[in-house]
């Protein structure tokens, strides 16, 4: 894709969306993270009934581990693979307060060193908490990514760097949430809603005839450490 191409495909999603927002709720960087890491392999719909019932009881690391495992396991019931996430939590939580004064640290090696924690949760906290121009790629930004042609990657640590490299910087600390939110509601896995889309004269996947893309390739699994 050419570099004019990139600029306009972004300047349309941000005419758009002009201050995309992260769906997950929360109301500090702690409870940002603990969100984040819960959504691995789960909705965001199913995160926040969870966090909404969670954080009014205990939304500090220190309130958690007072919580314990068992403590949460009930809150988390609605999250997808809750009894590891719930480990994970108190984990996470008891390390923030032991090595980071209990507050979310703010260096990729520290986030990533945290239980539950990689690559992709990492990238978010270092964006949306500290305005770090990172792109987490998720299985909505990696198939966008992919059948635009704006960043070809058969990993979504590929696709990162290619987006990273490509993506004009004027767009680059939003375009992890504009990319999101296509993918999620308009370029989706099944039957995408091609002929509605507002990128699709700028699009290089190939259409076929009619209204509708066959779904993009799935990420192949990476050979990173630890959760998303």
């Known amino acids: ?7 306009a495909l972004f300047r349309r999603l941000r005419e758009a969306n002009p201050e995309p927002r992260s769906e997950l709720e929360y109301t500090t960087p702690f409870e940002l993270l603990v969100a984040v ?9 199913s995160v926040n009934a969870a966090t909404g019932k969670l954080f009014p009881i205990a939304n ?14 009930p ?25 980071h004064g209990g507050q979310v640290p703010h260096d990729r090696a520290a986030l990533e060193a945290l239980p539950g924690v990689g690559r992709k949760t990492a990238n978010i906290i270092l964006n ?3 305005g770090q121009a990172e792109i987490a790629v998720d299985t909505h930004i990696f198939r966008v990514a992919n059948r635009t042609g704006l960043a070809p990657g058969r990993t979504p640590l590929e696709v990162e760097r290619a987006l990273t490299r490509n993506t004009p ?10 990319l999101l939110l296509h993918g999620r509601y308009v370029c989706t896995a099944r039957a995408p809603h091609c ?8 699009c290089e ?6 209204a509708t893309k066959p779904a993009g390739t799935r990420p192949r699994r990476s050979a990173r450490r630890g959760g998303g």
């Open 1 to 7: 894709m050419h570099a004019a191409t990139r600029h």
């Open 37 to 45: 890491m819960l959504s691995a392999h789960t909705t965001d719909k």
């Open 60 to 73: 500090t690391p220190r309130a958690l581990v007072d919580l314990g495992v068992e403590g949460v396991k």
């Open 75 to 99: 809150y988390l019931r609605s999250v997808g693979l809750y009894n590891t996430k719930s480990r994970n939590l108190i984990g996470l939580s008891r390390q923030i307060l032991e090595h």
């Open 128 to 130: 949306i908490v500290f």
């Open 169 to 178: 910087e004027p767009f680059r600390r939003d375009a992890h949430h504009w």
């Open 195 to 202: 002929a509605s889309c507002i990128l699709r004269d700028l």
């Open 205 to 210: 996947y190939p259409q076929p005839s009619g």
